[in-house]
């Protein structure tokens, strides 16, 4: 089981990014994929995430109305929109499955598999 999170960056405010998750070694409609992140100096918090099967949504508050999930089963990918990006949305971005079909983005511990960290920093 791999994830590989990608497509971080310097964006000014206002502005829009879409990360990427690429996943090896199992298909998405068996299990959820949820969205993280860790500013410097805070703890890992949830973000989004997509359960299995029926692709259900979810997202903190702090991004509703900003921020999209999606997935490509066929390629294997799952998506983050980040638009109206503002400077609280710094840090480093991940992306982990809890090996379950239902997600939940009210904390980490449930979430075994992590990929590597894209940094997202939202500056002008």
């Known amino acids: 089981v791999q994830l590989q999170a990608s497509g971080g960056g310097l964006v000014q405010p206002g502005g829009s990014l879409r990360l990427s998750c690429k996943v090896s070694?199992?298909?998405?409609?068996?299990?959820?994929i949820g969205w993280f992140r860790q500013a410097p100096g805070k703890e890992r918090e949830g973000v989004s995430c997509?359960?299995?099967?029926?692709?259900?949504?979810y997202y903190a508050d702090s991004v509703k109305g900003r921020f999209t999930i999606s997935r490509d089963d066929a390629r294997s990918t799952v998506y983050l929109q980040m638009n109206s990006l503002n400077p609280e949305d710094t840090a480093v971005y991940f992306c982990?499955?809890?090996?379950?079909?239902?997600?939940?983005?009210?904390?980490?511990?449930?979430?075994?598999?992590w990929g590597q960290g894209t940094l997202v920093t939202v500056s002008s």
């Open positions: 982990a499955t809890n090996f379950r079909l239902v997600c939940s983005v009210s904390g980490t511990s449930e979430y075994k598999s």
């Open positions: 070694g199992f298909h998405l409609i068996y299990y959820g």
């Open positions: 997509i359960s299995g099967t029926d692709a259900k949504t």
